[in-house]
T-cell receptor, first 113, second 109 residues
């Protein structure tokens, strides 16, 4: 049982490049989330999904897009990377969105030069 | 606005007890989570409180007072592996988790 798997684990991009981060979960969870974590700050929600085919904006959605074409996968896209997007990105999933705990992937460390 | 307040860093001795406090202000409230995060790793779930009082789970206990907007995580019989950051995260009225910056706990032998 892999849980939540994120790929890639590390990536270095140049300003203006695009890329997609992949998150896959095998727990049949309805809800999926993308966060970024920066030093000295709490996790900040970028986008989330409450089910297949649905997405919604979180606290810091600008510069990112997401898609949830399949229940088990949640993709995070950076169309034109900027140095301010250098961060650690975590994907999480939960059975539903209230008192159920979120399960996190190992994170993607992204540097934008 | 929404705000979470936790100490930035705490130090404790192996075998001792430590209490990590969290005060919060959120738009509505639907419970509060505590997560543990070791350096360079993902957060992992520790506890969830929705009613006032103390929830005990082995060496870890979590307390909630909704009227005071206050929670604490109590760690007993500290071990070196407990060195980590501890994240307080209340659920707001939209069932969104509002994350604190976390408390870095350093355990000394």
């Amino acid at each position: 049982n892999a849980g939540v798997t994120q790929t890639p684990k590390f990536r270095v991009l140049k300003t203006g490049q695009s890329m997609t981060l992949l998150c896959a979960q095998d727990m049949n969870h309805e809800y999926m989330y993308w966060y970024r974590q920066d030093p000295g700050m709490g996790l900040r929600l970028i986008h989330y999904s409450v089910g297949e085919g649905t997405t919604a904006k979180g606290e810091v959605p600008d510069g990112y897009n997401v898609s949830r074409l399949k229940k088990q996968n949640f993709l995070l896209g950076l169309e034109s990377a900027a140095p301010s997007q250098t961060s650690v990105y975590f994907c999480a999933s939960s059975y539903e969105g209230s008192h159920q705990p979120q399960h996190f992937g190992d994170g993607t460390r992204l540097s934008i030069l | 606005g929404q705000n979470i307040d936790q100490p930035t860093e705490m130090t404790a001795t192996e075998g001792a007890i430590v209490q990590i406090n969290c005060t919060y202000q959120t738009s509505g409230f639907n419970g509060l989570f505590w997560y543990q995060q070791h350096a360079g790793e993902a957060p992992t779930f520790l506890s969830y409180n929705v009613l006032d009082g103390l929830e005990e789970k082995g060496r870890f206990s979590s307390f909630l007072s909704r009227s005071k907007g206050y929670s604490y995580l109590l760690l007993k019989e500290l071990q070196m592996k407990d060195s980590a950051s501890y994240l307080c995260a209340p659920l707001d009225s939209n069932y969104q988790l509002i994350w604190g910056a976390g408390t870095k706990l350093i355990i000394k032998p």
